[in-house]
């Protein structure tokens, strides 16, 4: 699966939220997380930091599907946009 998460997250009024951007949101919680495969959660987020699409197998992307429903740091605002972008 290619996963592209470099845009922006929008309000709950559908407007840009400035200065957003899911790539990076999911980059930053990566390189913060204490868990699990560090360096393939460390490539990851540098993609992902970047602009990059990921290239996911199957079980890298229930991986990282988990790791987003579960994160008690994103609201559901910015959970629901990401994980919009797995279907």
Known sequence: MKLKLNCSLVGLD???IPN?????????????D???DAL???????????GKDLELDPSDTQ???TFIE????LTVLAKAQILAHFI
């Open 14 to 16: 559908g407007v840009e």
């Open 20 to 32: 957003s951007n899911a790539g990076k949101l999911v980059a930053n919680l990566l390189a913060q």
């Open 70 to 73: 579960q994160s008690e740091q």
């Open 63 to 65: 991986m990282l599907k």
């Open 40 to 50: 393939k959660k460390w490539d990851w987020a540098v993609k992902l930091n970047a």
């Open 34 to 36: 204490t868990k699990g």
